[in-house]
């Protein structure tokens, strides 16, 4: 995988994980994809998170490990090194958006409004992470800019669920949508990797 648009393809939902736990890392990482997903995105929202990048990178790379809520130059590279495959990130400054084109993986720069997409076509990047997306107006905002910014796809995520993503999935200009509901809090703490392998399955059978 080379380029940001790719990342769009792989999957109609790209999970987007927070973990307290590193240990949970590769059993989520196998429920996934035995439900039919073959993509995460492992947020740095916890201490335990650059441990279980590493863990999935090493036990389980038939998995396209992204690594999300990258907000600063150094967790871009600290993901980098961790054996991230791609990167993630919330919103788009000039800083951040250097460092992590520096690391030479492919990624989904987060924009919110039509001149941050815009800032981010001038630099030729046309794969985005439209977040959040709920917030942000959603279908309805996916839909306006769909005329004035026909080269550019989005990764909706933020506030989407299992009823909602089809809607977004049904735009043109929509590649798949970032959802936390394929690994909920309850499942991951009984350790119910049953669960997330049928909530996985009925993820990747939504149609785009």
């Known amino acids: 995988m080379t380029t940001g648009a790719e990342l769009l393809d792989l999957s109609p939902v790209v ?71 791609f990167l993630v990130t919330p919103g788009s400054t000039d800083r951040l958006i250097d460092a992590v084109l520096d690391t030479g993986l492919p990624f989904l720069p987060g924009a919110a409004t039509v001149s941050e997409a815009l800032r981010l076509a001038e630099r030729g990047i046309t794969a985005l992470k439209f977040f959040p997306a709920e917030a942000s107006g959603g279908v309805d905002f996916l839909k306006s800019v769909g005329a004035p910014l026909p080269s550019l796809r989005f990764c909706p995520t933020g506030g989407i669920t299992v009823e909602s993503a089809s809607r977004y999935l049904a735009l043109p200009n929509v590649g798949c949508v970032g959802g936390s509901w394929l690994t909920p809090a309850s499942a991951l703490a009984a350790g119910d990797f049953d669960r997330i392998e049928e909530l996985a399955r009925a993820a990747a059978q939504l149609s785009r």
């Open 15 to 85: 999970p987007v994980v927070v973990l307290d736990d590193a240990d949970l890392a590769v059993p989520l990482a196998r429920a996934l994809l035995r439900g039919g997903i073959k993509v995460i995105e492992l947020t740095l929202r916890t201490a335990a998170a650059p441990a279980a990048v590493e863990r999935i990178a090493a036990e389980v790379p038939e998995i396209v490990l992204g690594v999300g809520t990258v907000t600063t130059p150094e967790q871009a590279e600290l993901a980098r090194k961790a054996g991230a495959s």
